[in-house]
């Protein structure tokens, strides 16, 4: 296993250090130039995550755009560990298990907080109704 990080499609590697030999800092896993842009919108223990993105998709029956999505299953190493909610940047790789041809290479944008977690917020609170005694 390579102990010393190396640099992958002109990004750094990360601070953190991981014994993961599919990750592609780290590990033995080389990746390719595709890549894709998503945002995390499921975690697995076992370092997988699910990404999605949206696109327009033009319907010439009705001159109308709709909205589509598409889903990707990726790696997610130990160095980076990607939480719900992170645009991440995606690269292909080779298979890495039966769904996962993908690996997360870097981490974009900040932790979103989820939509159950905001209307627990203290600013929600709910109203006390009073209940007429007959």
């Known amino acids: 296993m390579n102990q010393t990080p190396r640099t992958v499609l002109g990004i750094a590697a990360p ?3 991981c014994t993961d030999q599919k990750c592609p800092f780290h590990g033995e896993v080389l990746v390719k130039r595709e ?8 975690r697995d223990s076992n370092r997988s995550a699910t990404i999605e993105w949206s696109r327009n998709y033009y319907v010439p029956k ?10 990707l299953r ?6 980076l560990n990607a939480q719900i909610g992170q645009d991440v940047l995606v690269a292909k ?7 996962k041809h ?3 290479i870097q981490i974009r944008g ?13 600013e929600a ?7 007429a005694v007959a």
């Open 74 to 79: 990726v790696h997610n190493p130990t160095c």
């Open 102 to 104: 993908h690996v997360i």
């Open 93 to 99: 790789t080779r298979p890495l298990s039966k769904t």
């Open 125 to 131: 609170k709910s109203k006390k109704t009073k209940r």
């Open 35 to 42: 890549l894709y842009p998503g945002k995390v919108v499921k």
């Open 15 to 17: 601070q953190g250090t």
């Open 110 to 122: 900040k932790v979103e907080q989820p939509l159950a977690e905001a209307a627990s917020a203290p």
């Open 62 to 71: 009705y001159e109308r755009y709709e909205m589509r999505r598409s889903r």
